[in-house]
């Protein structure tokens, strides 16, 4: 394939983003062999910054929307934004076939998963800086957050993060008159936070 054309007008409508500055999206899109060839810069500061937009509207939608400790959270967010589903959300979007390789990275078929699912992290940061943190975490969520939350494999953690067992067990007493519940702190250890 030829990656001197870029179809601008065909990315964006596979993120779902109209992007004001052209050239941004070209930039999420050129990987760093292209760019050495073609002596432009490449997108992989693009992905250091998108990977703390990324965890950062990911704890953000934990937070409000989730129930659980730190470490039932902390393990939720790292599954969402890790390489299997980001690479996913990418292919299902179609977007993998719009980055921008140089000739010995295409001959060389030493194209990696990881390569793409960093695609996704140079997209939200390009997002976030044409048009803010609100564009960004609408991509976020409407691509990658309810993707993960939809998958069967992670219903059970969806359930789990939505459960709160103590109300479930009050209601279950109440519920079947088998006699009342008291609560009695025997010990604390730890921050308070745990």
């Known amino acids: ?87 996913k959300v990418v292919r299902k979007l179609g977007i993998d076939q719009f980055i921008l390789l140089g000739n010995g990275q295409e001959k060389s078929s030493n194209s990696t998963d990881k390569m793409y699912s960093s695609l996704y992290e140079t997209v939200v940061a390009g997002i976030y800086f044409d ?22 494999k992670t219903a059970k953690r969806k359930t789990a993060m939505n459960e709160d067992y103590k109300s479930k067990l009050q209601e279950y007493v109440q519920k079947t008159k088998i006699g009342s519940i008291g609560y009695e702190t025997l010990y604390k250890k730890g921050p308070d936070h745990k």
């Open 1 to 87: 394939r030829l990656n001197m054309i870029f179809d601008t007008p065909a990315v964006e409508n596979a993120i779902g983003y109209v992007f004001k500055d052209k050239m941004l999206l070209r930039k999420c899109f050129t990987h760093s062999s292209y760019a050495n060839e073609h002596g432009t810069e490449n997108n992989e500061l693009l992905e250091f910054f998108g990977d703390s937009i990324l965890e950062f509207v990911v704890t953000e939608y934990l937070y409000k929307n989730a129930k659980g400790d730190e470490g039932d959270l902390t393990k939720i967010r790292a599954d969402i934004v890790s390489k299997i589903p980001l690479l």
């Open 131 to 152: 048009g803010g943190l609100k564009e960004a975490k609408k991509f976020i969520e409407r691509t990658l957050i309810s993707e993960y939350l939809s998958t069967p």
